[in-house]
């Protein structure tokens, strides 16, 4: 319809100049992607999340029990302090407050924001990138989505992220330490994405740990029912995580946990 936002996205040739793409492109894109094709809007969204947050209180006509909801949103996989689309890190001393993500469960990161747990999800598909997150013990829910694009989608993550603590704050009832200038300057001036940082992870070979060989095997967690760890054969001895037709290299974190 008339109302429907196109998303907007770089073309190859084009250099820097943003164009739509047709809802008769989105109808075959859609297809293919975990969301299904799904088009909502943020009244929907506004539901949708005040249903979970109903359910987290344990109101009686919620449609989850909270049991099913916190198995959702439980922890299974840890984080590692990896955040959703954007890698900056919003932690205390570099910024005013601490935006952690701190485990994956069934489709949901769970974390605390000024010491209050949340938990949220973001996805994009083309043009579009769209993030929900929820503190319920506050009823509180913020939806947002953006169209546009840049290389990897990491503005549009940064911008998102400004946003939704700038109205998490408001919400919440606090002075929000974030306002329209350095909206559109995050993560600066508080950190520089000209910096170099210590990586937090370090590609593992054969001489990062002791008989690396002993984590080769089939494994299974809730998140990933089916995965294993092979060892490629190459100069630097790679090792691999495969699950079904995805592949990551395994890497291993400075603190010496395997992620």
């Avoid at 293919?32 to 249903?51: C, E, F, L, Q, W």
Wanted: hydrophobic share 35%; glycine share 10%; charged share 20%.
């Amino acid at each position: 319809g008339e109302e429907f936002a196109l998303p907007y996205k770089q073309l190859p040739s084009t250099g820097n100049t943003l164009y739509p793409i047709p809802i008769s492109a989105l109808k075959r894109i859609g297809t293919h992607n975990p969301a299904g094709g799904i088009v909502s809007t943020a009244t929907d969204m506004a539901k949708y999340m005040n249903a979970l947050i109903a359910a987290y209180n344990g109101e009686e006509d919620a449609v989850l029990e909270k049991a099913v909801l916190r198995r959702i949103t439980g922890a299974c996989t840890h984080m590692g302090g990896m955040q959703m689309g954007d890698p900056t890190a919003v932690e205390k001393p570099t910024f005013n407050e601490s935006f952690v993500s701190i485990g994956y469960g069934i489709g949901y990161i769970s974390g605390t924001y000024r010491g209050y747990e949340f938990f949220n999800h973001g996805g994009a598909t083309y043009g579009h990138y769209s993030l929900i997150t929820m503190i319920p013990s506050k009823n509180i829910g913020v939806f947002t989505v953006v169209s546009g694009d840049t290389p990897g989608g990491l503005d549009n993550w940064r911008m998102q992220k400004a946003m939704l603590m700038y109205m998490l704050d408001v919400m919440l009832g606090e002075e929000p330490w974030i306002d329209a200038e350095t909206g559109c300057s995050f993560p600066e001036p508080w950190f520089s994405l000209n910096r170099n940082m210590e990586p937090r992870y370090q590609e593992a070979d054969n001489t990062t740990v002791p008989t690396p060989q002993i984590y080769v095997g089939n494994y299974s967690t809730e998140v990933f029912p089916r995965l294993s760890i092979v060892q490629r054969d190459n100069l630097k001895q790679w090792y691999q995580r495969r699950v079904r037709a995805i592949s990551w290299k395994l890497v291993y974190h400075i603190h010496k946990v395997w992620k």
